[in-house]
T-cell receptor
Framework: LAKTTQPISMDSYEGQEVNITCSHN???????ITWYQQFPSQGPRFIIQ???TKVTNEVASLFIPADRKSSTLSLPRVSLSDTAVYYC???????????FGRGTQLTVWP | GAVVSQHPSWVICKSGTSVKIECRSL??????MFWYRQFPKQSLMLMAT?????????EQGVEKDKFLINHASLTLSTLTVTSAHPEDSSFYIC????????????FGPGTRLLVL
């Protein structure tokens, strides 16, 4: 199972772009990369998922290099409400199990 | 995105009693659901995989006789914490795997359990 590594914490100011990088050196061929956001006392919320290159949706972009050993979640123009823990996960494609790492605590300041 | 609900959202019980938590996928059918536990300021820990119509698969170190899982339909999985003790107090979160979106799991809002 691929293990992920991401920074424990990051700080940003409102209106800035935030990039959170995650390394997953042992990612398997069939594994997807998924990012979740979690607020205190809530379940994780799906943000974005990708396999390779770039994926963009209405809230974020996900950049995945060709070797897929890392990925970067990009949040454009963050606001105070984006303060949360962000988890990068690499899926077990055969069984669907997800193992959460420590995540990145993003704090957005006014 | 897909919607997953949990009931109850919080529960307080006496030590020694059993507590059942329900997890429902509201707008899709899920053959596979997962149960996690999260202690304060820690990450989610996968407890077990719930498979519709078959026995659950437990992660190493999780007691299957203490955490009973039933997945009787494609939209409902239940977790029963038997003979609960204060150390079982935690935030329990379920997720459901959407078969139309290969790897995507959608999480419920969580259930806060406090055992006195």
């Amino acid at each position: 199972l691929a293990k992920t590594t991401q920074p424990i914490s990051m700080d940003s100011y409102e209106g800035q772009e935030v990039n959170i990088t995650c390394s997953h050196n042992n990612i398997a061929t069939n594994d997807y990369i998924t990012w979740y956001q979690q607020f205190p006392s809530q379940g994780p919320r799906f943000i974005i998922q990708g396999y390779k290159t770039k994926v963009t949706n209405e809230v974020a972009s996900l950049f995945i290099p060709a070797d897929r050993k890392s990925s970067t979640l990009s949040l454009p123009r963050v606001s105070l409400s984006d303060t949360a823990v962000y988890y990068c996960l690499v899926g077990d494609s055969t069984l669907g199990r997800l193992y959460f790492g420590r995540g990145t605590q993003l704090t957005v300041w006014p | 995105g897909a919607v997953v609900s949990q009931h109850p959202s919080w529960v307080i019980c006496k030590s020694g009693t059993s507590v059942k938590i329900e997890c429902r996928s509201l707008d899709f059918q899920a053959t596979t659901m997962f149960w996690y536990r999260q202690f304060p300021k820690q990450s989610l820990m996968l407890m077990a995989t719930s498979n519709e119509g078959s026995k659950a698969t437990y992660e190493q170190g999780v007691e299957k006789d203490k955490f009973l899982i039933n997945h009787a339909s494609l939209t409902l999985s239940t977790l029963t914490v038997t003979s609960a003790h204060p150390e079982d107090s935690s935030f329990y979160i379920c997720s459901a795997r959407n078969p139309t979106s290969k790897e995507t799991q959608y999480f419920g809002p969580g259930t806060r359990l406090l055992v006195l």
